[in-house]
Each structure stands twice: as C-alpha cells, then as structure tokens.
C-alpha cells in the first residue's frame, strides 16, 4: 500500500499537523481545533481516522483532538504519562500503532515536556520513513525546555538535559534519510531559531541544526536554554483547555456569531467591560476606528498576538471586523481559546460612521515622511520589534520597547516629546499604536511600512556588533 502524508500548516500560528494515510486507514498529528479539514481529506481519500496522536499537551493553541474524536470515534493518543479528564490511550515508549500495512511507533521524547512524544512512521518492512517531532525537534532549533506546566519539580536546566537524553538515544540514531516533520515553523513562540522551511531530512539537521551540533550535554543546556524571552502568558490557559476539555467549535460559532447594530454595541461593551477588538488591516484601522478599539489584524500573527496581549482567555470580546471576515475571527480566536465573543459591530465601521458616533484615528506618516522630519522633529524613536531584530539594525537612536511587554512601558512619558513608533512592517506597530491610544496616549506618530521601507530609504541606521547579539526569538 502507498503512504500519504499531508502537511496542513497554519501560517497564522506557524503550526503545522497532519494526516496520514496508509490503505483505508488514517491518522492524524497535532490537529488544529477546527476539524473541517482532516475531515475533507478523509473523505476525500475514502478512509477512516483512526489514531489522533498528539505529540504533547500544546500550550500556544488549543487542539482539535476532543472534536474530531467525537465525530470520529478515533482514539486519542499521547505520550507516557499523560493524564486528562477525558479518555485517551496513553501510549507505552516503543508501542507501535498499526495504520493500513505502516505502523506509526510511539518514542517518549520528554525535555519540552515530560509528555513529549515523538511518532516514527515504518513501512511494512520496518524501514523508517518519516518522524513527526512536535516540539521535541524543530528545523533549525529544538523545543523550548520552560514551558512544561507540570514540572515544578524539574527546572528548565533538566528538561533540557532530558532533551539532549532524547535527542541523543532516539532521534539521531536513526537514518538520515528519515523526513522530520515538525510542531512550528520560523515565528513560533515555542522555539527561537526556526528555520522557514517546513520539512527536511534528519541528515541536514544534524549538519545545520545548532542544538545538534553541541559538544556535550552541558554546552547544549547552556545554548538551548540562554536568550529565552518569557512566553505569551495565554500558555498556562491553553494546556488547561487540551487536558481539562473544552467546549466544541461548533457551539462555540454559533454563540458568537451575534450581530450587534451600533447602539446594542455599545450597551454590551458597557455591562460587561468587553475588550473591542477591531481586526481589520492597519491601514484601515489607522483612518477611523470606535474610540478604545485594539487592533490586531487578521493580516498578521493574528491569533498569538491576541494571545500574547489580551492574556486572559475568559476576557469578553466584541469585534469589529471587516464585513465578511466575522467568521474567520472567531475561528481565529478560538484556535487559542478566546471562547467569550459577545457579538460583532453589524455592518462594520461603516454602520458605526453612518450612526454619528465617536471615531478615532492614528496619525500614520509614509515613512519618507518620517526621514525628511526626523532631524527637524524632536522625536523620540520607539522600536517595537524584538530584540534581536533590533540588534541587527535600527534608526539611529531609538528605544527598542518590544511589544510583547508594551504593559511595562506603555506609560512611559518623555517629557512631552511626540514618540515616533516603528516595527518592521507595520502591523505590530500599529497594534502598539492602538494600545497606548486605548490607555490614553496621543502623542506619538506611527510609521507606516516599518523598518523594511526605511531600509529602502537610507535613513540614518546603526547595527550592533556580532558579539552583542543574542539568541532571543526573531
């Protein structure tokens, strides 16, 4: 029988899970919450899910194992050690689960989590074809060993031993020819040195991937573990909802799905103290927006940013969206466990506008605007990008306050002085921008295009040395 293996990556949370196919059998790797997609290549293939194996308890997503099994009837597997309040099979090291004439071999991989489960897929003659890595091993990098919710007795400085362990006695023994199929890609918060491709064979990683190429344990617990920022504070919440349970997508539409004209809008945002989540493209954003509104836009990381700032999952949310993107919001944040959508501004901006009430805006400048001001101007310069892009180059001058901890600078104040905001493209920077308009900060330009149209633009840059870099996530 011939294999098929399907990557379904979701750019927006750089994950990628799968199916695989071998006869009339099926399963499927890491699934995303919504099903509809293992679903179709199901269908579509004429076969049958078998096997749900996930490959640790997922803190930056929520998975969609509780659904499709329900739909299914698949068993859901996960590695040694793995307790939930719903039924799975805890798989044994080395157990071996038969898919059509293949078999998929459970390896305990434990260092990012103590789950942590590694599936090496065998043809019929036992010959190893394809590893599905999770978190374990990544393309460039290896699983970040802090960020396991149950291991108060172990520090970061073990785990990350145990991964080297697990790297050392059950992944690089096997063939080169093996195809690493791993949990992320480049942009993930789980790693920090991801590669953009999204398949490779284990023989190139052992050439170009820097945790394999360490010389000993120590050294790999030093280099794994060193430049690490601290992680989106949604985590906790999401490996919650993949052990505890969670309520199923479908009711989780249909409750959110409620159009709300203006005057209704605004009754919900004052009872309940809703968050008004506008995600719409910056540009539009920055024109006109309801007065308070943050704005993370569907064009970007959408989901782990809403994870990232909102931090609480239990926070009501109302949206405004641009007509027809009311769904795909949702589903978008449900993916990360935002479950409290109360409604959506019917009608979009426009119904809002047309009702005579309150609009924002952004003051946006070109950003040949911002070089031709930059000497007259008394500005002071915020780079919100992360670290490590702002070591690799910036303006001359500028503050690097990255978004992800905009709450602990996001009432600084320069005595007067307008603030010119930049990121790299424009659409973290106009998040920042909507964040400090919400708390009541006015004073401050944001550049639109970001660093890359500076570039482009030569204005005065100044790059670090190599040696004042760090490993921080890019």
């Known amino acids: 029988m011939s294999i098929k293996i399907e990557q379904i990556y979701t750019a927006c949370l750089s994950q990628g899970s799968y199916f695989i196919r071998s006869g009339e059998d099926a399963a499927i790797v890491d699934p995303l919450r919504e099903t509809e997609p293992y679903l179709e290549l ?22 969609g194992h509780l659904d499709l099994a329900e739909i299914t ?93 697990s790297l050392q006695e059950k992944i690089l023994p096997l063939p080169d020819d093996v195809v ?21 064979t284990l023989g ?18 030093r280099v794994v573990t060193e430049g690490l920022e601290a992680p989106p504070s949604y985590f906790p919440d999401n490996v919650q909802l993949n052990k505890e349970g969670y309520t199923p997508l ?30 719409r493209d910056p540009g539009e954003f920055s024109k006109g927006f309801v007065c308070g509104a943050l704005n993370i836009g569907l064009c970007g990381q ?17 949206l405004v969206c641009e007509p027809g993107k009311e769904k795909e919001s949702i589903r978008r944040l449900a993916r990360v466990g935002f479950d409290r959508v109360l409604g959506y501004l019917e009608g979009g901006m426009e119904s809002w506008v047309k009702s005579h009430r309150p609009v924002d805006t952004i003051d946006r400048i070109t950003a040949a605007d911002f070089i031709s001001r930059l000497t007259t101007e008394n500005w002071v310069v915020w780079d919100v990008r992360r670290p490590v892009e702002y070591k690799s180059g910036r303006v001359k001058g ?70 004042a870099s760090t490993g921080a996530p890019g």
């Open 180 to 200: 690493v199929y791993p949990g992320h890609g480049a942009g993930s918060a789980c790693g920090k040195k991801m590669m953009d491709k999204t398949v490779d």
């Open 73 to 165: 009837g698949a068993t859901i597997v996960y590695g040694p050690g793995a307790s939930t309040s719903f039924n799975i099979h805890s798989a044994t090291d080395g157990e071996e689960f038969p898919i059509g004439d293949h078999t998929i071999v459970a390896l305990h991989t434990p260092g990012h989590t103590l789950e942590s489960t590694s599936y090496l897929l065998k043809d019929k003659k036992g010959k190893e074809l394809a590893l599905f890595t999770g978190d374990t091993l990544f393309l460039g990098d290896v699983g970040r060993p802090d960020l396991a919710q149950d291991s108060s007795e172990y520090s970061m400085q073990d785990l990350a031993g145990m991964l080297y362990d």
């Open 398 to 467: 500028a503050i690097n306050l990255p978004l992800n901890i905009i709450n602990e600078w996001s009432c600084k104040r320069f005595n007067g002085r307008m603030a010119a905001i930049y990121c790299a493209g424009g659409y973290r920077s106009m998040i920042a921008a909507s964040i400090l308009k919400a708390r009541g900060v006015h004073h401050f330009v944001e550049v639109e295009g970001g660093y890359k149209k500076l570039v482009e633009l030569n204005p005065p840059l100044e790059i670090d040395e190599p040696s």
């Open 204 to 221: 190139n990683q052992k050439k170009v991937n820097y945790a394999l190429k360490t010389e000993g344990k120590e050294e790999f617990i």
């Open 302 to 318: 959408f989901a782990p940013w809403v994870g990232a700032l909102l931090e609480n999952v239990n926070k009501p949310l109302v």
């Open 250 to 279: 479908e009711k989780v539409m249909k409750k959110s799905l409620n159009p709300l004209n203006p005057e209704r809008f605004e009754t919900v945002v004052r009872r309940t103290c809703a968050t008004i989540l506008d995600t």
């Open 42 to 63: 199901a269908e579509k293939e004429g076969v049958k899910i078998k096997y749900i194996f996930e490959t640790h308890f997922h803190a930056d997503f929520v998975s």
